[in-house]
């Protein structure tokens, strides 16, 4: 687990999520008019794992279950990414249910026979894991249930996931919806982080042997704030020393919504600030994939274009965590 960690982090890299659920994925292609068949979302997943520059800045991919039973040509996709020297990895959770009368709010569910999947998923090749909670904020939310159920089950989820061999990591998402101030994100992020270490301390959970995945601090999407990239660099710096002990090796953030640039560039800002005990990085789904999607449009015929667009939002990544990325790299997008 250790040697996984330490690839997962190499400098200059970052991870691409990929493991949006049959309804995320089905969604998203609906909105572009893609057909969602298990062969379209075979072929748009093979089209970005096979990404001839994708090794250079990414380190390991997250699948979703589907994906890491399918093919390219006679090879598993998970076999497809190791032979390219890029880490496989497996969504593991099942996704929110609403939380009895608490309403808003949710948990995620998937602790049962965990277990026994997680073997099955060894044994396709995954080396790393993925839960994924999420947190609402609002003036009330979230509840003090809320987060107790959510960090809890992470934490579960941890322990298990080290008892196969698997590196964990874990996602607590505090959600960009609503119109709440940069300074209540950064309050309840920390409060958040500070009940999950709690969790994974009680549930003996190895630190050195996980990755944290967490948002940026950011005011709410419907929020008339705008913060500079510095501010969130300071929030997102500060509530992290607060909660998240220096015994992790590593934090990668979530694009949350965020457009592709300004994740990038509110990356690049948290990086270059500096001071910082663990190593940064990004496990971005949407702010990687949506310009990539938006050009392959479920032909064949665009598969250059999109890996191509792939390639650069990597590129912009890869040099964003090294605090080196600048927007005069950026080019129009297919979705301008
Ligand atoms: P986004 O970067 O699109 O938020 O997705 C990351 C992710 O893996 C959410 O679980």
């Known amino acids: 687990m250790r040697s996984t960690v330490e690839a997962l982090l190499a400098p200059g890299k970052g991870l691409l999520a990929a493991d949006e659920s049959l309804k995320t994925i089905g969604k998203r292609f609906e909105a572009l ?8 979302r075979r072929n748009y997943r093979a089209m970005l794992i ?9 380190s390991g991919v997250i699948l979703y279950d589907e994906t890491l039973r399918q093919k390219v040509g006679d090879a598993l996709i998970p076999d497809v990414l190791s032979r390219s020297g890029v880490i496989p990895g497996i969504k593991v959770d099942k996704g929110t249910v609403a939380l009895p009368s ?9 602790l049962d026979g965990l277990r026994e999947r997680l073997a099955e998923y060894w044994r396709l090749g995954a080396r790393f894991t993925k839960w994924r909670a999420v947190i609402a904020v609002s003036a009330q939310l979230p509840s003090r249930a809320c987060i107790d159920a ?16 698997l590196v964990p990591i874990i996602e607590p998402e505090v959600l960009m919806d609503g119109n709440h101030t940069l300074q209540r994100c950064e309050e309840v992020t920390t409060r958040v982080l500070s009940n999950l270490f709690d969790h994974l301390s009680e549930y003996q959970v190895s630190l050195e042997k996980m990755i944290l995945k967490t948002g940026m601090v950011l005011p709410g999407r419907d929020s008339p704030d705008t913060a500079p990239d510095w501010e969130v660099a300071e929030g997102t710096l500060r509530c992290l020393r607060r909660s998240v002990p220096s015994a992790v090796p590593g934090i990668v953030f979530l694009s ?3 457009s592709s640039v300004a994740a990038t560039a509110r990356l690049n800002a948290i990086c270059a600030m500096g001071r910082a005990p663990w190593t940064l990085s990004f496990s971005f789904g949407r702010a990687l994939q949506n310009d990539a999607m938006a050009a392959w449009r479920g032909l064949a015929a665009n598969v250059p ?17 090294q605090g080196k990325y600048s927007s005069q790299i950026e080019r129009a997008s297919p979705l301008d």
């Open 33 to 40: 008019g893609i057909a969602c068949t298990e062969e379209s």
């Open 50 to 58: 096979t990404t001839p520059t994708l090794p250079e800045h990414i």
């Open 102 to 110: 608490l309403p808003g709010e949710k948990v995620t569910e998937g």
């Open 150 to 165: 959510n960090t809890q089950a992470l934490a579960r989820f941890a322990a298990l996931c080290q008892e196969a061999s």
């Open 256 to 258: 949350g919504g965020q």
């Open 305 to 321: 274009a999109a890996q191509d667009a792939l390639r650069h939002r990597t590129e912009c990544n890869g040099l964003a965590v």
